[in-house]
């Protein structure tokens, strides 16, 4: 992290700057400048001074951040294999500029803006793509003022209070395995020994959305509700902690609002982590949906043996539909979607380097297509739709530069059930698709 203090560091940098320029131009003597040689050096910083990039309110903290995070992904449909590089949409690469100041002994106040780079995102390549478009977004910009008494709230695009709750996990492999399985399946669509699906395996994994195109009630589209809860222009309330406990609700869009509680605290050697919330959205432009609304329970924790680095950690999302824009191929409401997700390994200092963690994964996820008519494939409507995950890895801490390698295998296994068109049964158990990802990410 690079700090930008309310001391005047560019004095500094303006002697060093103006020493160097001294060293390349003409040599002359001291008696040569004369008897006021510091007033032409005061006179070199002021000019330097006056185009030196610093914080516009000297009140507030400043301070740069982020990490990058690139990886190479192996795929094996069963038809075809390739590797790519990709940006790993995990924990996408980014930077952040924050701001904080002092009002009292009370309150504090700040600012966070904070973009990411994507570019050949893991979750948007696919069989028959190796790159994405290239795109720098902005994931938050927002104002809050805290106050150790009564809390905080947050105003701007921001993280609802169900954002990231599926994803507390302190085994350390935030940055390339977790319970958002659909991230690094990216658009690979679903292959079999009759061919490939227009239904694609984050679908089935997430959950799909519909196609918005006329006449086209409950036919597989791009549209789709990610299992992270999506960052909005919201406006957040957190209360202060205690005991371990604490508390959130926010409110934005039109209208979308969430509230969930959380848990850091433990007992003896046994330290416990975890969150658990409800979310509601009636805004169909932030579905992409059209009319509609859905709601969600989502949580996940970790439970973790201190002493011997053991941990076990588990995730779940469940999502009603309701309305027309989530209705299936009889314009009836679709079934509800579940998914949950567990990890188990040990987290511990195998070597001199920083921790390692080692782990397996398993994960399944239940009527996330069901309902939906696949034409492409043949398909009417599919009556089931199943996904499973199951996968192992190993994260490597390097302390000295602040990085983490990291190697993951993970196997996604799909089966889909329903009625063909012009009548009769059909059930496509898929080829199954491999994953080898492995890569990096390092802190500045």
Not at 259 to 266: A, K
Request: glycine share 14%.
């Amino acid at each position: 992290m690079i700090e930008f203090p309310r001391t005047r560091m560019h004095w500094s940098l303006g002697i060093l700057v103006a020493l160097g320029i001294a060293w390349i131009a003409p040599k002359v003597h001291a008696a040569d400048l004369g008897g006021d040689c510091c007033a032409d050096l005061e006179e070199r910083i002021a000019e330097l001074e006056a185009t030196t990039v610093r914080a516009g309110n000297r009140k507030l903290k400043v301070s740069l951040s982020g990490h990058v995070n690139e990886s190479l992904l192996y795929w094996d449909n069963g038809g075809d294999s390739d590797v790519y590089q990709v940006g790993n949409i995990y924990s996408s690469t980014r930077a952040r500029i924050r701001a904080t100041g002092r009002i009292n002994s009370d309150l504090t106040a700040g600012m966070l803006i904070e973009f990411e780079f994507v570019n050949a995102s893991s979750a948007g390549v696919s069989e028959e793509n190796d790159d994405t478009n290239g795109a720098i977004g902005i994931r938050k910009t927002d104002w809050f003022i805290k106050s150790a008494t009564f809390g905080k709230v947050t105003v701007g695009q921001s993280s609802l209070t169900t954002d990231d709750i599926i994803l507390i996990n302190t085994g350390g492999t935030g940055e390339f395995a977790t319970s958002d399985t659909p991230l690094i399946v990216g658009n690979f669509n679903v292959f079999s020994s009759t061919g490939f699906l227009n239904t694609q395996y984050d679908q089935v994994l997430g959950g799909a959305g519909i196609s918005l195109a006329p006449g086209a009630t409950g036919v597989l589209g791009a549209g789709q509700i990610p299992l992270d809860t999506a960052r909005s222009n919201i406006v957040r309330y957190d209360t202060p902690t205690f005991a371990g406990f604490s508390a959130a609700v926010a409110w934005g869009e039109d209208d979308v609002w969430d509230v969930s509680t959380y848990y850091d605290g433990g007992f003896g050697d046994i330290k416990l982590k975890g969150g658990i919330g409800y979310l509601k959205n009636d805004d169909p432009n932030d579905s992409g949906l059209g009319p509609g609304t859905f709601e969600e329970l989502k949580g996940s924790g970790t439970i973790l043996h201190d002493p011997t680095g053991l941990y076990l950690h588990g995730a779940f999302v469940h999502r009603k539909l309701d309305g027309i824009g989530f209705a299936d191929v009889n314009g009836s409401d679709r079934p509800d979607f579940s998914t949950f997700y567990l990890q188990s390994g040990i987290r511990t200092a195998l070597n001199s380097l920083g921790k390692t963690t080692l782990f397996g994964e398993y994960g399944e996820s239940h009527d996330g297509v069901t309902g939906l008519a696949d034409p492409g494939a043949g398909i009417a409507r599919i009556t089931s739709s199943e996904g499973q995950i199951w996968g192992l890895g190993i994260e490597q801490d390097l302390d000295a530069v602040g990085m983490e390698l990291y190697l993951t295998y993970r196997n996604v296994d799909v089966d889909i059930s329903g009625t063909v068109v012009g009548g009769g049964a059909v059930a496509i158990d898929d080829d199954n698709l491999d994953l080898i990802l492995t890569g990096a990410r390092i802190f500045f």
